[in-house]
Every structure is written in structure tokens, then in C-alpha cells.
């Protein structure tokens, strides 16, 4: 696992931005993560995806600073999480993956109470989170409460929340979820934008299709550790040529897909035909 | 954001040089709290209001209906300065009422407002310091306390001033600081130890009890205080004198004020003022140094981690359930036996249905309170049947559970998650009344059943069967009620409905309001013919046969009587 990092950037010179080394972390007996090894570069847009309860939230959260409660190393443009949290914080910017905000705020008063907390001019911010908003096209429920919005509506506040002070590490977990079609497209256009001026984007989601269309590099991960990790041409290249649904399919479960399709057909004629069909 | 809410961050804002060096971000403080106010103002009162209401109405100025309610109830609480002569007596019964409303309207407040689980997701990834963030959530208690302690005890503050004149108002600011202390202390310790003896799933679930407590509490007050303060039972006697009066919280801070206004030195006196000042800095101390940090971990467990996997239950049969058994009694297979075991789960799953229905449980507690008051004492010789002076309040007794399943009844069709009732509308279902009776017989294996088990065993072991022509006919009227407001409510499949703000449609309240009148019509009839055992009997057999003739009606009811949520289409 090692060499492969040096695929992306066989000079030395270049500091990544997010390292993360031998990173473990346990929910009272339930161990999530098992020692995960990563460095991430400038510019590079990762796809972090695994199945449900891998760990990819968990990993995001730790990064952001969230979770302190670790072991291992975690270090965003060479400062430790561990140490100086703050500092990371300003750093980043944080989309989380459920539609988490006070949703009896309006946009406009959320959006300047998170301006505050970034240290950005209210006036500055108001110019900014306007201009997302309306792209968006929600220009005209700037002073609605969010009580009334649609899942994809608070995603797009969510998304430019977690934009707005111009972070350079940008985490996203599931972004895309309850967006439709059209704000799917934009905001893929718009973090492949992003990349290009230079800013680093960690993705974690499930949606195969988006994922290996947008990211520069796949980690996927499995049981808390890491399973395959290169660009989707060099995991191609390894397994076969599959689809990255089909590459995760046989990375991540543990029996064909196949099988248990059958096991379901099986059981509308559980009572008389199951011996004969498992034998 | 509003005066009150203006006014009060600016007054726990002037410290702000001291918050600045304790290493607190004085704008971003600022603009945390500004957010959690216009927040406040915008969730609905807690007060009394047990259920989320689905309203497309957004929640405004909720500050001041909440001062207009606790200034109500700070009014009130000015009678106990008026009754008997003894300040000891008056100020223990205050601080009394003082702690329990703010601890528990402050417990029910606690996971609702201050603790806002979003606070992870939204705060801690921005640049915030610790420091910045715990001083704002404890500035926004200390704003929301003293938004309801404040309106609390101004009325009784006034009062003092009359009574007492300006040392007397002192010393009482002093002990109502203290005991304020001790309430924020008791609220930590219950949360504290409902997390240690149960699972943080459950502590919603014990929340809501508790809320459930409380409301049944301020009902069963306000029924029994004035009934205690005509019995002037509490005047005869001297509390000082009780050995056990120590046990007592709100005792400590009355004898603290009494010490220091005009001192008597009786020992239970000293003890209690030394304990006034004792317990709540220990308390404070506890909370800081052992509790907070404990607290702020284990509060984090409730709102859960999406990366925690679910609990593996073992595979395997599970044990038949009380609702199984019955449902396999009373109901045929099918459609019916769905509705009874839907309903009987929803029922006692269901957080809204509960806090709708299970405060019944109270008022008939308090019901029977009540009337023991009125009969000054109760004896078993209250309940002979053969004194006609006894048959009113064993009638109540007997109608005691129609509060409860006409609170069932009128609840059965809403919920929040309505829009499940999907299934219904896909289901090939012949009968959709079917399934309406399969839920109305839940209501009375769940509401009935028990009740009138142990009414009827008291009753025949006190009466022998001279009990059971009344018993037959309170059962028959309470069922046909039952099924009379079903018949009428039951357009809607059970669980099917959105709860809105009237509750339900409207008119089901207006028929539950109904149905106790009939109710109390019914007990008014049985009590005149009470002694006609044949008349009662005859009228047991009527109601039994109206009970299945409507049964039927609703059996037979077709689909396109059924009504479903206008949203569901």
C-alpha cells in the first residue's frame, strides 16, 4: 500500500495537505477504524467510500476535529488535530452528511451566525452567502424560516455554509444526498472547480456513479481498514476492468451478490423446495 | 429577537471583560447566544404542551407567552404567604413549588432547548473555542432560568416587601438564590442517574414520563391546594417541631431566611440554614468538578453516532406477548387481528399517544383523591353498596376509565408517522372496518381490561354479588361510548391521521367533550335507578346489544367511507 501513494506524486518535496497515519478509533467496544493510512495532496479530489458502517463518517468527523478521542496521527497542512484543533477548524470546511441545521432560522440569519463564528465581516458575508444562494436559486427564501425547506434546499444551505469562508480543505459526507439532478450537476461542476484553483476535497460518499466520475483518487475502505486506494484507472487496471460498482461489489461483500438474490427467490417456496435447492 | 430577550443579553453580557480573560471569544459568544435566543422565541412553550403539533404555522414570541404563564403561576403561588400566621410555614411552602417547577419544567427543557444535539454538527466543526462555547451554554441556562424563575417569584417578592419590609426581601433573595443553585444541582443529578441506570435510548422515553408526571403534578396541585388550604389542617401544627423536617429541601431555605431575619435558635432551625448554605455549594461543586465532565460525554451517547451499528438481537422464537395472546382471544385472523396488533404496539410505543392518554391515568388518581377529601376519610365502609349515601362515589369509581379510553379513543386515528397509512390504501383488504374494530378492542384490552378487573374484585369482595348488576352496566355503557365515538370519529383507519393543531379535525375534541357529558348523563341515570337491580340489568343487555350492533356498522364499513390524510394521494 505503501508505493501507491507515490503514483500521485513521486516527488517528495510536495507537503500533503491531510496525513493521516495509523489512525485507530473505537465506540466503547466497537472498533471502527483499524489503523488507516493516508496522505492526501493539493488539489486532488478523493472519493472516500466504503459500505455502511465502515467508517467513512468517522473518519471525516475526526478530521474536521469532531471526534479528539483517537489514536494514530492526524495532521491537516502540518497541524496536529490533536493539538490545535482551532487552527485545523479554520481550515476546513465541513459539510456534514445528515441535513443538520436550526431549521427555525432563516438562510440569511444561520448563514450570518456561522459568518460570526468564522471571523468573517458580516457585510463581506452577506455578499458571498447571497451570490451561493441565488446561484442555487434560492434567492427568494433568503428570509424564509428552513422549517418549510426540502431536504435538497437545506443541502444547499449546508453546502454553503461549509464554502463560505473560503476554506482550502473541504470535507463532504454524502453532499449530494436529496439534491436533484440539475443541483447534482452544478455541484460536481463546482467541486471540480474548486480542485482547480488548488483547494482539496474529500468526499465521502456511496453513490458509485458520481464518485468515480468526479474524483482524481478512490480510498475504499472496509472493516476500518483501507482495501483498495488508486485513481479509478489504476483500480481498473488491478481488478479487471470492472465498473467501480462492480470493484466495490467484490471488494466490500462477502458472498456474491448473486447468492443472496437467491437466497431471496428462495423463499417463496421455503417450505417445499428449500433442501432440494440448497443441496 | 424580543425586549426581554434584547434586555437579558445585554445585562449577562456587561461581564464581558471578565469572560475575555477567562479566554472567551466576546463576538463570537455574542452571536451564539443571539442564535439560541431567536431560537428560544421560536420553539414552541414547553409548558403543558406534551405533543410536536404539525402546523404550517411558524412559532413566534413563544418568551411571552411563557412569562404570561409562570407570572400567572407566580400569582398564584403568593397564596401560600396568606394562610396561618407562621413565615416558616409560608416560605417552606413556597420554596416547595419554587424548586419542583423549575426542576422539572427545567429537566423537560433541558434535551429540548439547551442541550441541542445539532450543536455537534453545526458548532464544533467551526473555529470556536471550548471556553467560547461552554460560557454561551451556560450563559443561555442562565438566560433561560432566569426567564422563568424571574416571573416565578416577583409576585411572592412584592409580597415579602409588605410582610416582611426590605431585610425580610433580602434575606428571601438570598435563599431563592440558593435553592435555584440546589434545583440546577437536582436537574444534573436526575439526568446524571437516569443515564447511569439506563440505556441513552431510553432517555427520551424517560423524559417524556417525566413530563407526563409533571402535567398529571400541576393538575392534581391545582385540584388538591385549595381543598388542602379549606381543610387548615397545616395551621394546627408547627413544623419546627417535626423531627423529620430536615428531609425536606425547601424547609432549608425558609429556616435560612428565619435565621437571619429574626433568629431562633431551635435546632432544626440551625440545621436546615447550615444545610440552605451547604448543599447547594457542595451541589455546584459536584456539578462542576464530577458531573460536567460526565455529563457533556454522556450527553453525546443520546443523540447517538450514526457509525454505531446497530444491537444484534438473538435469533430465535420470540415469547408470545400479553397483546399476542389477547389479540389471538378476541380477534379474528386477518385484517381485525392487524388492527389490534398495530394498535396495541402503537399504543404503547407511540410518544405522542402516550403523552395524550397516560396523563388519564393521573386525573383519575386525583379524581379518587378528591373525592376520599370530600369524605374526609376513606374507610372500606365507603364502598358498601347498601348505603345510599355511597352509591355516587362508587358510580364515579366505576366511570373512572372512561377518561382514559375516551382520551384512547379520540387519540386512535393520529399520529406523526401518518403517512405509513399507505399501507392500508395498498392492502387488498375486503373489510377496511375490519381493521378499525380489530383497534378499538386493543383500546379495551389495553384500557379495560385491567381497570375493571381490579374495580370488579374490590367491588365483589366488599358487596359480594349484589356489585355485579352495576358493574355489568358501567362496563356496557363504557364500551358502547367507546365504539358510539368510534362510529363517529372512524372515517380514519387507526394511526392514519396527521396531528394538527386542534387535534385531529377538531370536531373530535368537540366529541370527546361530548362524550364526558353523556358520560356524566349516564352516571346521573344509573345513580336514579341504582336500586332497580332488573331496570340496571335490562339496560346492561341494551347497551351490550347497541355495543354489537354498532360493532357490525363499522365491520361492514366499506372503503370509500374511509377517509385518508388529504397529503396521502
Redesign the interface.
Known sequence: MEKMYHYFYPMESIQPVIEISNLHKSYSKNQVLKGINLNVYPGQIIGYIGPNGAGKSTTAKIICGLLSNFEGEVRVKGISVKENPLAVKKLIGYVPELAELYEVLTPHEFLSFMADLYEIPRQQAEERFTKMLSAFGLSNNLHQRMETFSKGMRQKVLIVSGLMHNPEVIILDEPLSGLDANSVIIVKELLSKLAASGKTIFYSSHMMDVVEKISDRIVLINHGVIAADGTIEELRAQKGNLSLEKIFANLTSQGAHSDVAAEIMDAFDFITETKESTA | MNFINAFLLSLFMKPAGFYKRLGVDI??LK??L??KL??DD??PFSFGQSRQKET?E??NNSTWLALGVYSLMGLLFIIFFFFGESPILHFTAFFSIYIVMLTLSLIIDFTRVLI?V?D??????????DRTFLVARILHIAIHISKMAIPLFLPAAIVVIIQHGIGGLAAFLLALLLATVFSIFLINATYLAILRFSKPEKFKSIINYLQIGFTILVYGGYQLLPRLINKSLLEKFDLNELPWINAVPSYWFASLWQMVTQPVWIPNLIIGSFLAIGMPVAGIYLVVKVFAPAFNQKLSLISG?????PTLLSKGKKSLSWGDRISKWITSPGPEQMGFDLSWRMMLRSREFKMQVYPGIGYILVLLIVFMFQKNNLYASSFLINNPENRFGILVVLYSPALLIMAAASQLHLSQSWKASWIYQMSPAQKPGQIINGSIKAVIAQFMILPFLLIGISGISLNGVAMLPSLLLSAGMQTMMLYLVSLINNAYLPFSQPITKSGGDGTSVANGILAMIIIGIIVFIHWGIFSNIWLVLTLAVVSLSITWLIHKRITNKPWRRISFAKDLA
Open positions: 463576538t463570537k452571536s451564539l443571539t442564535c431567536i431560537m421560536r420553539q404550517k411558524p412559532v441541542d445539532r455537534n454538527f453545526i458548532i464544533l466543526p467551526k473555529p470556536v473555542n453516532t450514526s457509525d454505531n451499528a
